[in-house]
């Protein structure tokens, strides 16, 4: 079977750190010193990964990988993470050989999920007929750091880590459909009829 959009995802590098703090989350708890901090470090990894689940969106950049079994040939390639930041590279197997393809060929779109379009003047080149013959890795998040996540997210963040804490060893079912609310004005259009 050829696919002309991806469909797999690898994590090639993660974010360097989270989009809310420790400090942050002790202060939104008003607790003084260190003494949870081995509880509350978790809880922060914890909500910054379902937050992401929920909304499609990575919130510090992290580096991906994806693969095509061949160049598309007519439509962009759309990148299923947000926000994309850059292209690192698109490298395709010709004649068994890994080679790039030129940086200026292409360009992508700022859209909630992005597409990777070949300028006017170039195509895509003609690869080898094999699985995964395309690879692209590219760069997608709000920023480099906490900086840049919205402050509406960070402050949902804060309110689940909270939550989590506060029901810490409870069945907190009825707890998922509150934060998802909170999530929701983040959640990638497409994402939403799946909710």
Sequence with gaps: MIFNQPINYTLITDATSEPITLNEVRNHLRIDGIDYDAILTPLIKTVRQI????TGRDMINKTWRTYLDCFPSYDGIEIKKSKLQSITSIKYYINDVLTTQD???YYFTDEEYSSIEI????????????????QITFVAGYGADATFVPQALKQAMLSHVAFLYENAGDCVDSGEAQFKKLY???ILPQLLVSL
Excluded: C, G, I, L
């Excluded at 937050?51 to 929920?54: L, S, V």
């Design 103 to 105: 940086s200026n060929s």
């Design 119 to 134: 300028k006017n003047s170039y195509s895509w080149a003609s690869s080898d007929e094999r699985k995964q013959a395309v």
């Design 184 to 186: 929701f004005p983040y």
């Design 51 to 54: 937050a992401e689940k929920t």
